[in-house]
């Protein structure tokens, strides 16, 4: 029985509040790194790890939970240092003052700095066999570094103020937002062990799910509302960001997340066709999408 | 026969020089990340893991350079982000312009943010055993992570303008100084996979030499001259940095660089002991400290 996404959330709430602690040593920078984990995240990404764990058999132990709750350290740094002033110098997330606004720019830096580097111990510092250590260790440095998701931060620096066409748009989601997504669903086929296909099955439904996200992220960007959104909305205009609707307009944006959306549903028909499994968890993650 | 500390560097450089841009996918952010890291470092840290590796008799191949390299793309992570305005607020480093005044402060985030997460990149991306990189993986996060490099920035930002006493301060250096090229020993042994008490002493002549590299750094911003550091000097005294000199005098300090120098040749003497191998490739990386 897979777990819902709230029961996955909660256990992995009350798994980072207990555990950052014990690696943290000096007590400002303890609280501005726990002040933005704690900040109210979805846990989408550790969700889909241990989500696909469940769905391909395996059993989610705490070694299995730290390795996965390690992707929220490492995205929770990377909207720290998005948010800093020298990058798009937000005040708002998720209903709150970015940390900068609550600890300043330099502590806000070392927090950041300091959730990178622990997310790469907890993928270590956990009970599971080597060589899948050392596997999630590669695949999430190449997921998150500078042929990934820094290299997507810095395109998105360099394209403002520039029109980008819709296959250099995609590129950029892929590395700034699809790389990290992709990986949260890989991880579960490499703590579990699986063939190259399912694994290449698990990559290209979390490659889908992720440019989804993005094109639902810059569409609500338009539609919503800063209460709704937990952060400001409109932005994107405003600083000649490079986005869907504005590329393609709303319409245009809504019929490419739909095709990403069935990239991915036929991503999840080829994975139980290749495991003989039910991926019907998946559901609950596509949901996400409502416009 | 190991090689000496001039070969070693100019090993490293070679290295970093042609295996950077097979890993960095946009162009400024690439030239960004390779300006610091071409900048003109001594390549100390490298260079300690690989004489290492040599005196204990391991062969210095291409999975182990890789593996050893990493500690200077973390290196000069740290660099970077501790010269940013929001951190120190430097100018000059290594007698250049900082990333920063050259690329600005968002794109030096992410070329710090890209280093570090490529650093542990390398230290897994090679053909060493699983188990050794992943030792390696996690020996780097915890040297480098929030109870070690940044808890020692952290500790600083909080410590100025407040009179540390000698142990806070040596706790402090310990950290963020002194952890890092405790690791650049270490991993030595973690390559030539050696036993848990030769590891533990050449930790513990990396942990003093550490200490003595900070002492020595605080001394020569006293001692030296811009031109001879390439570097701005006399700014620890303006910024109430806690250092030796500003809380035991040029003198006492002095003293305690040689009590920390006294410790590693100790540790040098046993690891000796405990392999029957000769540890005076040690000599010409303690003979740096010159006052």
Not at 192 to 219: C, E, M
Not at 236 to 243: Q, Y
């Amino acid at each position: 029985m897979v777990q819902t996404i709230s029961e996955l959330k909660s256990s992995i709430d009350d798994y980072l509040s207990d555990h950052l602690v014990a690696d943290v040593d000096q007590a400002t920078l303890y609280s501005s790194m726990r002040y933005s984990l704690m900040a109210g995240g979805k846990r989408l990404r550790p969700a889909l790890t241990l989500a696909t764990v469940e769905m391909l058999g395996g059993t989610v132990d705490e070694n299995v939970i730290h390795a996965a709750t390690a992707l929220e350290l490492l995205h929770t740094y990377s909207l720290i240092h998005d948010d800093l002033p020298a990058m798009d110098n937000d005040d708002l997330r998720r209903g709150k003052p970015t940390n900068h606004c609550r600890y300043g720019a330099g502590m806000a830096t070392l927090a950041g700095d300091g959730l990178l580097t622990l997310a790469f111990q907890w993928v270590t510092d956990n009970g599971l066999p080597a060589a899948i250590r050392a596997e999630l260790t590669l695949a999430l440095a190449q997921a998150a570094g500078p042929a990934g998701m820094v290299a997507g931060q810095a395109r998105d620096i360099e394209g403002e103020g520039h029109q980008l066409d819709l296959d250099q748009l995609r590129y950029l989601h892929r590395q700034k937002t699809g790389a990290l997504l992709r990986y949260a669903v890989l991880a579960g086929g490499i703590i579990t062990n699986q063939s190259r296909p399912v694994k290449a099955a698990l990559a290209d439904f979390g490659a889908q799910f992720g440019l989804a996200f993005q094109i639902y992220d810059d569409l609500m960007d338009v539609l919503g509302t800063t209460a709704q959104m937990g952060k400001q909305v409109h932005k994107d205009a405003g600083e000649h960001k490079n986005t869907y609707p504005g590329l393609l307009g709303v319409a245009g944006a809504e019929e490419q997340l739909h095709k990403a959306l069935q990239s991915a549903k036929a991503a999840q028909t080829k994975l139980g066709e290749l495991t003989g499994r039910s991926f019907a968890g998946y559901d609950q993650f596509l949901a996400y999408f409502k416009l």
